[in-house]
């Protein structure tokens, strides 16, 4: 059967897992009757939950007596690591851009990748149905996208397609035709998409995707470069560097089909196919027949620009709410997630009970940490600290960020203001429509961490701001911090609503009556930029006295209430987040408020 291998990019909430839900049906890839799940490929809960693709999957689907292998990427930048890998498996690449906001920040960002391997994209302009639709000028952004990421002239002429992913059509001009199917973009990828290229020799691979199996063992995916391979075959695990990690027989050799992954007797050169039998080959390293000597070339995988400490949780609620609370638990845990995602580094810190972990950018870690406090974990976390580099000359480099902000026009004073203030320097303000600007800025990282917040306050909620590594470059000095100090429990106990009413003229709180405290846990939002100790414990005296109006109810203003990804850009550095299965505490790095104060003096010394 003949192969095609295709990877489907877009920007974040461009509509590629839709279009790939299409895509299963219309080849016939479901019964009639079968019920089916919207955004099949989403399968993981955050996933479904937020919206967006974390993990690239691969499927496929036959048309026309074709495997056509189709592999949907993140589309945030955030899990660039997984698209740079998922590029060494297809020849092929659909560009989804929306016919409203054209091409974005992840666009670009993967675009780059494709175009520099040597694809040569498809481009489908999807949501042509939408109301504020500017296909010719999409089309126009698109081409000067491609042109500015160095394109070749045989990439630059790529075939557009127009429709509407929902609805289930594509067709070469923006109206939907009367026999309106996904039918012209499967006949495009069969007609503009080369058939996988082959190298000669014994079975090569290079493992792209791991994933543990509790029946099979470790499960490495990937496209097979030469050769072929069958189960019992004895194969080599070979680094970058050719050292060989490990030999093994293959036990199980799946293959995609569909949704469903059936084992097969043969995997051939060009197919995308999952081995198992192997405990120690992991992404990145070439699978190969004993004989080969020089491994497979990988493609480099851009650095790590923020890290975080993962800390033992020893505040005195500690293991009340999780079961899995030990360094040792932690660290497995962290070096598992490590071996899959190569975009993530684990390192050991001097302290014995805290990790060092560095990734892409804040989305990332608090995935990361999310799915961990699922799991039943229990730590605590620091805030996001930017990656520094030295520079040839010695002088400390920062990492650098382009971000694209889309704001109605009324608003973009307020955001040119605070990216000012935050050392972003304006690169372009132009319209987007319906009274909309699009503004974009150089910042440094450190100045968007806890940003995103502030900038939907400032806009009413109507701000829309896409991030993007762009480069190292000089420090840029210093930025300032927030601006509010904290209020700080000063005993342990369980808050009462009286106590917070009369602490309201203090500031917001974050913690509701009734919830457990312990001295140094953070319980409110001080107005002024000092931090300050307060009792939530202090019950209402009562007395034999009744006057009118004494013994009414308190009406407490709701709290603040902080998500796992607004506390870790809210807090300090001398602050933690407190993450368990069942809550997201704030706290000061030392509980102890004459700690508190010794830290202060030797921070002010140095």
Same mark, same amino acid.
């Not at 059509?169 to 309106?180: F, G, H, L, V």
């Not at 995707?209 to 063992?217: R, T, V, Y």
């Not at 996001?384 to 990492?399: C, F, N, Y």
């Given at each position: 059967?003949?192969?095609r ?6 920007h ?19 019964r ?23 993990l ?23 899990f660039?690591g ?8 297809v ?28 694809l ?10 939408r ?16 042109a ?19 609805d ?16 012209p ?20 691979m290079?493992?792209?995707i ?29 680094d ?8 093994? /027989? +293959? ?6 089909? $569909?949704?469903?992954?059936? #084992? =097969? !007797? &043969? ?23 004993p004989?080969?000597?020089?491994p ?6 851009d650095?790590?620009?923020v890290?975080m400490?993962f ?16 360094s040792?638990?932690?660290r ?15 390192e ?26 699922r ?9 996001? /600290? +930017?990656?520094m580099?030295?520079?040839?000359? $010695?002088?400390?480099l920062? #990492? =650098? !960020? &382009?971000?694209?902000?889309?704001v ?34 150089h910042?440094?990282t ?21 991030r ?13 911090g ?15 609503a009286?106590?917070l ?11 509701d ?19 300050l ?11 034999n ?22 506390a ?31 830290f202060?003096?030797t921070?002010?010394?140095?």
């Amino acid at each position: 059967m003949a192969l095609r291998n295709i990877a489907i990019i877009a920007h974040v909430d461009h509509g590629k897992t839709t279009l790939v839900d299409e895509l299963l049906k219309q080849s016939g890839v479901y019964r009639d009757n079968e019920r089916v799940e919207e955004r099949a490929l989403d399968s993981g809960d955050i996933e479904k939950e937020r919206g967006i693709t974390i993990l690239a999957k691969a499927t496929s689907v036959t048309w026309q007596d074709t495997r056509i292998n189709i592999v949907d990427t993140p589309g945030h930048a955030d899990f660039g690591g997984e698209v740079e890998r998922i590029l060494n498996m297809v020849d092929g690449a659909i560009v989804l851009v929306d016919a409203a906001e054209g091409p974005m920040p992840q666009t670009k960002f993967v675009v780059g990748k494709a175009l520099k391997v040597g694809l040569r994209p498809i481009v489908a302009v999807n949501k042509i149905d939408r109301p504020d639709a500017r296909a010719d000028e999409v089309i126009n952004e698109v081409f000067d996208l491609f042109a500015a990421l160095d394109a070749d002239d045989e990439q630059l002429d790529f075939p557009i397609l127009y429709g509407s992913g929902r609805d289930g059509w594509m067709a070469a001009e923006p109206d939907k035709p009367a026999d309106a199917s996904l039918a012209p973009l499967f006949d495009l990828v069969l007609d503009h998409v080369p058939e996988p290229s082959v190298g000669d020799g014994p079975f090569r691979m290079i493992g792209t995707i791991l994933e543990a199996n509790p029946f099979l063992g470790r499960i490495i995916t990937g496209r097979i470069h030469s050769g072929a391979v069958k189960p019992n075959q004895t194969i080599k695990v070979m680094d970058g560097a050719g050292t060989t990690l490990e030999s093994g /027989r +293959v036990s199980k050799i799946l293959a995609f089909r $569909g949704l469903e992954r059936q #084992p =097969i !007797e &043969e995997g051939r050169a060009g197919d995308i196919v999952a081995i198992a039998g192997l405990s120690k080959g992991t992404v990145a390293d070439t699978f190969c027949d004993p004989s080969v000597t020089e491994p497979l070339e990988a493609q480099p995988i851009d650095p790590p620009t923020v890290t975080m400490s993962f800390i033992v949780n020893d505040s005195p609620l500690a293991g009340t709410e999780g079961d899995k609370v030990t360094s040792r638990v932690i660290r497995d845990r962290l070096m598992k997630e490590a071996e899959g995602n190569v975009a993530l580094k684990i390192e050991d810190s001097e302290q014995k009970d805290a990790f060092h972990v560095s990734g892409r950018g804040e989305l990332q870690l608090a995935v990361l940490i999310e799915t961990m406090r699922r799991e039943g974990f229990e730590l605590a976390v620091s805030r996001p /600290r +930017v990656v520094m580099q030295t520079g040839e000359d $010695g002088a400390t480099l920062e #990492p =650098i !960020e &382009e971000v694209v902000i889309d704001v109605d026009e009324e608003h973009s004073g307020a955001v040119v203001q605070k990216m000012s203030e935050r050392k972003g320097e304006m690169i372009e303000l132009k319209p987007s429509g319906g009274d909309r600007v699009r503004l974009v800025f150089h910042a440094p990282t450190r100045g968007l961490i806890g940003y995103q917040s502030e900038l939907l306050t400032d806009t009413k909620g109507t701000a829309i701001m896409n991030r993007l590594f762009h480069e190292y470059a000089p420090y840029k000095g210093s930025i300032a911090g927030r601006n509010n100090g904290v209020l700080i429990a000063n005993e342990p106990g369980e808050a009462v609503a009286y106590a917070l009413f009369n602490l309201e003229d203090r500031g917001p709180m974050v913690i509701d009556p009734g919830v457990k405290v312990y001295q140094g846990m953070i319980v409110g939002i001080h107005t002024r930029d000092n931090d300050l100790e307060v009792n939530v414990l202090k019950g209402k005296k009562l007395t034999n006295v009744r006057a009118a109006g004494k013994d009414d109810a308190v009406k407490l203003t709701p709290p603040v209430r902080m998500t796992l990804e607004r506390a870790l850009s809210w807090i300090q550095d001398d602050e933690l987040v407190e993450v368990t299965p069942k809550s997201i505490r704030l706290r000061k790095l030392y509980l102890d408020p004459h700690e508190r104060k010794r830290f202060e003096k030797t921070r002010a010394s140095a």
